[in-house]
């Protein structure tokens, strides 16, 4: 983890010090980063032959605690949103009475929901390549054909350090990132406690309707926000592979329905939706996608988000797999 810091904040530093020279180029390095990433871990799936048997009997349960989980930590920063942004409205009522600058608050607002909306439709497009990359990563494990098992050689984790610095590029090299941070709502910080406690209502809701489950087996799973190496290991390690199965397949799901979700996410629960969804991935995997659908002012967030979730991920598997 301290790695990853140190790539994103070195990212930063260079781009600030580059901030004269607008790189415009690296967010199309970023999204191939993105697609790299997505392929290799779809030859990671595809090579478990035993994750690939289990998946017309667990992916279905997996995929609806996903679904649910995501459902959950998206309501649970829907209602955020809407305390937040109500102190945001009164702050702009309160500027606008002391500049009387009516056609100035509107014009910006006009801009800003047309680029936002191109950004949407770019961050779709982006998400369909997404999933072609990650199928033909599965279908390549599969064949059987790789002379090399790709998860043992490093190549991943230096294409997420990769990715991790561009993102950093990109935020210091943009010089207007930075007033945006300083105008960020505090209430916002308690978005990674709503996203904590949306998650695990939902996941508890699910074992109460599953005749097969625990309410803590489906709070264990849930608790993963999408980290699921660790999250699964520890389920495998406690309860059993099957569960673990599951929930290895639920929070990959969760960290592609970020992936592919966000533009959506942000028209139907607000910009705080797809930061919450992406659970511990915030900070690294899905903090592109975030910054693309919700908006750069969100990256502090997005990474404060990421690494509170994150560090939660142990203690709270544990404890429910402990019940």
């Known amino acids: 983890m301290l790695i990853l810091f140190g790539f994103l904040f070195g990212g930063v530093i260079v781009g600030y010090l580059l901030r004269r020279w607008r790189v415009t180029w690296i967010g199309k390095v970023t999204m191939a980063l993105i697609w790299l990433l997505l392929f290799l871990l779809g030859v990671e799936v595809g090579c478990n032959r035993e994750l690939i048997r289990s998946l017309p009997t667990l992916g279905m349960e997996a995929a609806l605690v996903a679904v649910v ?62 999933i072609a990359f990650f199928v033909a990563g599965i279908l390549l494990g599969v064949s059987g054909i790789l002379p090399v098992d790709l998860s043992q050689t490093g190549v991943a984790m230096y294409a ?15 010089p207007d990132i930075i007033g945006g941070f300083k105008r960020l709502n505090p209430r916002l910080a308690l978005l990674p406690l709503m ?10 809701l699910l074992g109460l309707l599953l005749p097969h489950r625990t309410v803590p087996e489906t709070m264990a799973v849930g608790s993963g926000f999408a ?30 329905l970020t992936l592919v979700l966000a533009p959506l996410l942000v028209r139907w ?7 919450s969804c992406g659970g511990a991935t915030t900070m690294d995997v899905t903090l592109p996608t975030i910054i693309q659908a919700s ?14 979730v994150d560090f939660s991920v142990p203690f709270l598997v544990t404890f429910f797999c402990s019940l």
């Open 69 to 130: 989980c995501a459902l959950g930590s998206c309501l649970a920063a829907m209602l955020l949103w809407r305390w937040a942004r109500r102190s945001e409205r009164r702050r702009e009522a309160d500027a606008q009475a002391e500049t009387g600058g009516q056609e100035a608050v509107n014009g910006p607002s006009a801009v800003s929901e047309e680029d936002g909306a191109k950004a949407r439709k770019g961050a779709l497009k982006d998400s369909l390549i997404i």
């Open 160 to 174: 997420l350090y990769a990715l991790i610095l561009s993102v950093g590029f990109s935020v210091g090299n943009n």
């Open 195 to 204: 996203t904590i406690l949306g998650t695990l209502a939902a996941s508890a």
């Open 227 to 256: 980290y699921y190496s660790l999250s699964s290991v520890l389920i495998t390690e406690y309860i059993g592979a099957g569960l673990g199965t599951v929930a290895l397949i639920s929070n990959i799901c969760r960290e592609f």
């Open 269 to 275: 629960f607000g910009p705080l939706a797809p930061i």
């Open 295 to 308: 908006g750069e002012k969100y990256t502090v967030l997005s990474m404060f988000h990421g690494f509170v």
